[in-house]
């Protein structure tokens, strides 16, 4: 088949790498324009080292985009980590149509913030899903899904990088594979279970320190290691990356530090205590919360937010 791969960063280089290892006839690779001053995209360098040709364009919406593609005339369109709006025009030029992975089981979770909402919202399971997309967002039939769990511990690195990335390019291969058998289903998404959220922001990931500690743990966990979970320490904004929570009953009021210590400094929130361990100042590295608890010159009985 003639293939065109559209996507980006390691996860994009990563199912790249892996279909041509399987001898797919990858014909060109969309990428997003280079950003200036910046480090080259993962899946343009690897593309350029296999001597594939890359296509780099702002939207891919704009006509010339568009009748560029045509004119490639792929069999098959493979979209890993895409962020721009595809034209419908586009999904549908392959002889054979366009696959999309979406880390999340659909139709729960669409949009651009799939992986951090989930673990915010306390849930104890996600997968990923390999879809024919249409003009909709994330709405096409799927093709197939994988699930896994949730653990207590899950951050958004740990859950992408740990059990979905390897995962998702596994399952991709196995969908070319299907879709060159004439096997690959389309099954309607159950539209009466759809969720939607936006992308998950700074302004998504404020600490509220009122709430149950729990909540607390959860938006942090979630948006670890992006975007940072942000609170406010005398009017200027740090975030939290590693915590751990502590149940137990407190009298201190909520957003309070209660210890400060070589592991790092606990914060009171309802029904118990957040302990901080990595922290991260604007403008500065990641650092230890007890280093960061030292040169900020944060003591006991300071509030946070």
């Known amino acids: 088949m003639r293939i065109i791969l559209i996507g980006q960063a390691a996860f994009g280089a990563s199912v790249l790498e892996a279909m041509l290892k399987k001898g797919e006839n990858v014909i060109a690779v969309y990428a997003p324009p280079d950003t200036p001053g910046g480090k080259p995209d993962p899946l343009k360098q690897m593309a350029v080292v296999k001597d594939i040709p890359v296509h780099q364009h702002a939207r891919m919406r704009n006509r010339e985009v568009i009748e560029e593609y045509k004119k490639l005339q792929p069999d098959l369109g493979v979209m890993a980590f895409v962020t721009d709006i595809v034209p419908l025009v586009i999904l549908e030029c392959p002889r054979l149509g366009t696959i999309q992975y979406h880390p999340s089981l659909l139709p729960k979770h669409r949009g651009g913030s799939a992986m951090n909402w989930p673990i915010m919202k306390g849930e104890t399971k996600t997968g990923l899903t390999i879809f024919w997309p249409d003009d909709g967002l994330d709405t096409g039939p799927i093709l197939m899904q994988k699930e896994v769990e949730i653990t207590p ?45 936006g992308l998950c922001g700074e302004e998504n ?94 003591k006991v009985r300071d509030k946070l937010g």
Request: glycine share 10%.
């Open 205 to 298: 990931a404020v600490i509220d320190w009122q709430k149950p500690v729990r909540q607390v743990y959860n938006l942090v966990r979630g948006t670890n290691p992006s975007p940072g979970a942000n609170t406010l320490l005398r009017g200027k904004k740090f975030k939290i990356y590693d915590c751990e929570p502590i149940i137990q009953d407190t009298v201190a009021v909520p957003g309070e530090i209660v210890e400060i210590a070589d592991k790092g400094f606990t914060v009171a929130c309802q029904g118990g205590c957040l302990l901080v361990k990595r922290v991260q100042a604007a403008g500065s590295p990641k650092l230890s919360a007890a280093e960061y608890a030292q040169t900020a010159g944060l």
């Open 153 to 197: 511990d899950d951050t958004l690195g740990t859950l992408y990088f740990g059990k979905l990335f390897q995962m998702g390019v596994d399952a991709l291969m196995k969908s070319i594979d299907l879709v060159l058998q004439g096997k690959a289903p389309r099954i309607p998404q159950d539209e009466s279970l759809a969720t939607y959220e």
